[in-house]
Nanobody
Framework: QVQLEESGGCSVEVGGSLRLSCAAS????????MGWFRQAPGKPREGVAA???????SYSDSVKGRFSVHRNFAKNTLYLSMRGLKPEDTALYYC??????????????????????WGQGTQVTVSS
Protein backbone atom coordinates (compact mmCIF):
# COMPACT_ATOMS: atom_id res chain seq x y z
CA GLN A 1 0.00 0.00 0.00
CA VAL A 2 1.42 3.34 -1.06
CA GLN A 3 1.68 5.91 1.70
CA LEU A 4 2.93 9.49 1.67
CA GLU A 5 3.45 11.39 4.89
CA GLU A 6 4.37 15.06 4.97
CA SER A 7 6.11 16.78 7.86
CA GLY A 8 7.98 19.96 8.67
CA GLY A 9 5.20 22.49 8.48
CA CYS A 10 4.98 25.15 11.19
CA SER A 11 4.49 28.87 11.79
CA VAL A 12 7.26 31.18 10.62
CA GLU A 13 7.76 34.88 10.17
CA VAL A 14 7.89 36.64 6.84
CA GLY A 15 11.23 36.05 5.19
CA GLY A 16 11.85 32.84 7.08
CA SER A 17 12.80 29.41 5.79
CA LEU A 18 11.40 25.90 6.15
CA ARG A 19 12.04 22.47 4.77
CA LEU A 20 9.13 20.13 4.23
CA SER A 21 9.58 16.38 3.94
CA CYS A 22 7.41 13.72 2.34
CA ALA A 23 8.25 10.18 3.39
CA ALA A 24 7.08 7.60 0.89
CA SER A 25 6.54 3.89 1.35
CA UNK A 26 4.90 0.98 -0.40
CA UNK A 27 6.24 1.53 -3.91
CA UNK A 28 9.42 1.91 -5.90
CA UNK A 29 10.17 5.63 -5.84
CA UNK A 30 12.34 5.50 -8.92
CA UNK A 31 9.26 4.66 -10.96
CA UNK A 32 7.27 7.73 -9.92
CA UNK A 33 7.33 11.44 -10.50
CA MET A 34 6.48 13.48 -7.43
CA GLY A 35 5.34 16.95 -6.62
CA TRP A 36 4.27 19.46 -4.01
CA PHE A 37 0.91 21.18 -3.97
CA ARG A 38 -0.74 23.60 -1.59
CA GLN A 39 -4.19 24.78 -0.70
CA ALA A 40 -5.04 27.94 1.16
CA PRO A 41 -8.44 28.42 2.84
CA GLY A 42 -11.10 29.25 0.29
CA LYS A 43 -8.80 28.66 -2.66
CA PRO A 44 -8.32 25.70 -4.99
CA ARG A 45 -5.36 23.40 -4.69
CA GLU A 46 -2.40 24.54 -6.77
CA GLY A 47 0.80 22.99 -7.98
CA VAL A 48 4.02 24.30 -6.47
CA ALA A 49 6.86 22.12 -7.71
CA ALA A 50 7.48 18.80 -9.41
CA UNK A 51 10.43 16.49 -9.95
CA UNK A 52 10.87 13.54 -12.27
CA UNK A 53 12.95 10.42 -11.82
CA UNK A 54 15.96 12.04 -13.49
CA UNK A 55 15.85 14.95 -11.08
CA UNK A 56 14.44 17.48 -13.52
CA UNK A 57 12.45 20.08 -11.63
CA SER A 58 9.65 22.48 -12.38
CA TYR A 59 8.13 25.32 -10.34
CA SER A 60 5.16 27.58 -10.35
CA ASP A 61 5.97 31.22 -11.08
CA SER A 62 4.90 32.21 -7.57
CA VAL A 63 7.69 30.18 -5.92
CA LYS A 64 10.39 30.11 -8.59
CA GLY A 65 13.69 31.27 -7.15
CA ARG A 66 12.51 30.80 -3.55
CA PHE A 67 11.56 27.11 -3.33
CA SER A 68 13.63 24.09 -4.25
CA VAL A 69 12.39 20.51 -4.64
CA HIS A 70 14.62 17.49 -4.41
CA ARG A 71 14.37 13.83 -3.61
CA ASN A 72 16.48 11.23 -1.88
CA PHE A 73 15.82 7.83 -3.42
CA ALA A 74 17.78 6.01 -0.71
CA LYS A 75 15.51 7.49 1.96
CA ASN A 76 12.36 7.40 -0.19
CA THR A 77 11.83 11.02 0.73
CA LEU A 78 10.82 14.12 -1.18
CA TYR A 79 11.78 17.56 0.13
CA LEU A 80 10.68 21.11 -0.42
CA SER A 81 13.11 23.77 0.76
CA MET A 82 11.44 27.14 1.11
CA ARG A 83 13.06 30.50 1.74
CA GLY A 84 11.91 34.09 1.60
CA LEU A 85 8.50 32.99 2.80
CA LYS A 86 5.59 35.37 2.27
CA PRO A 87 2.14 35.52 3.88
CA GLU A 88 0.66 34.28 0.61
CA ASP A 89 2.64 31.05 1.03
CA THR A 90 0.39 30.18 3.95
CA ALA A 91 -1.39 26.94 3.05
CA LEU A 92 -1.71 23.25 3.68
CA TYR A 93 1.09 21.63 1.70
CA TYR A 94 0.63 18.21 0.13
CA CYS A 95 2.95 15.86 -1.69
CA UNK A 96 1.74 13.62 -4.50
CA UNK A 97 3.16 10.74 -6.50
CA UNK A 98 2.20 9.05 -9.74
CA UNK A 99 3.78 7.46 -12.75
CA UNK A 100 5.58 9.97 -14.89
CA UNK A 101 3.66 11.07 -17.93
CA UNK A 102 0.94 13.30 -19.27
CA UNK A 103 -0.68 14.30 -15.99
CA UNK A 104 2.55 15.82 -14.74
CA UNK A 105 2.59 18.13 -17.76
CA UNK A 106 -0.60 19.62 -16.34
CA UNK A 107 0.32 19.75 -12.65
CA UNK A 108 0.13 23.57 -12.63
CA UNK A 109 -3.49 23.56 -13.77
CA UNK A 110 -6.07 24.63 -11.21
CA UNK A 111 -7.31 22.29 -9.99
CA UNK A 112 -4.44 19.94 -10.73
CA UNK A 113 -5.03 16.44 -12.14
CA UNK A 114 -6.04 13.70 -9.75
CA UNK A 115 -2.70 12.04 -9.10
CA UNK A 116 -2.60 8.52 -7.82
CA UNK A 117 -1.29 9.12 -4.33
CA TRP A 118 -1.54 12.04 -1.93
CA GLY A 119 -0.38 12.69 1.58
CA GLN A 120 -2.52 14.24 4.30
CA GLY A 121 -0.74 17.58 4.24
CA THR A 122 1.35 19.71 6.57
CA GLN A 123 0.41 23.26 7.53
CA VAL A 124 2.67 26.21 6.78
CA THR A 125 1.71 29.57 8.26
CA VAL A 126 3.68 32.71 7.46
CA SER A 127 2.98 35.72 9.63
CA SER A 128 4.21 39.29 9.51
Amino acid sequence: QVQLEESGGCSVEVGGSLRLSCAASGYTPSAYCMGWFRQAPGKPREGVAAIDIAGMTSYSDSVKGRFSVHRNFAKNTLYLSMRGLKPEDTALYYCAADVCGGKWNRYLEMPPPDFGYWGQGTQVTVSS
